[in-house]
C-alpha cells in the first residue's frame, strides 16, 4: 500500500521515530510517503506554500493516511491532513502516548469518529511494535 504517514516533525525525536517507522513500514512492503522526507522546512529552502503544496501532492498520491497523534493535543497539521484525506481514502490513527484515561484517547472526537481504524498501542512502544501493528490494521483493512 501506498501511505502517506502524518505526524508531529518538529523535534529531533519525533523526526527519528518518523524515520524508523517509515522504514518498518518499507519492511513489511508499504510505499511511505514521509512530509519531513519532502521538505527543508526546518532550514528555510522551501516556502510554505511549496511545503503545502508538496503535502497535498503526497495526500493525493498515497492508498491512506496513517496518522500519529501523539502529544497533549495532537499536531495541528497532522489533523488538518486527517481532515483532507476523510472523505478521499482511509485514515488510520494511532498513538503511543501514555497521556491516556480510561483506555480513550484524551483528543477531539472528530478525529477518533473520522478515522477509519484506531490502532491501540502500548504506551512508549518501539517503532518496529507500531510498525507491526499497524500493517496489521492495514491487512484487516483491506480483507474487508
Not at 6 to 12: I, N, R, V
Not at 55 to 60: K, L, M, N, S
Not at 85 to 111: Q, S
Request: glycine share 6%; proline share 5%; aromatic share 10%.
Amino acid at each position: 500500500m501506498k501511505i502517506y504517514l502524518a505526524g508531529p516533525l518538529f523535534s529531533t525525536a519525533e523526526q527519528e521515530f518518523n524515520s524508523r517507522l517509515k522504514q518498518h513500514l518499507i519492511e513489511y512492503g508499504h510505499e511511505v510517503w514521509l512530509p519531513q522526507d519532502e521538505s527543508d522546512e526546518q532550514i528555510g529552502e522551501k516556502t510554505a506554500t511549496e511545503i503545502f503544496t508538496k503535502d497535498v501532492e503526497g495526500i493525493d498520491w498515497a492508498d491512506l493516511v496513517v496518522a500519529n497523534m501523539d502529544g497533549p493535543d495532537p499536531d495541528s497539521g497532522t489533523c488538518w491532513e486527517c481532515g483532507y484525506a476523510y472523505r478521499k481514502k482511509p485514515v488510520v490513527i494511532f498513538r503511543t502516548d501514555f497521556r491516556i484515561e480510561g483506555g480513550i484517547a484524551p483528543y477531539n472526537l472528530m478525529l477518533t469518529e473520522s478515522a477509519t481504524k484506531v490502532v491501540t498501542v502500548q504506551p512508549f512502544s518501539s517503532s518496529e511494535a507500531v510498525a507491526q501493528q499497524i500493517n496489521h490494521a492495514l491487512l484487516e483493512l483491506t480483507n474487508q
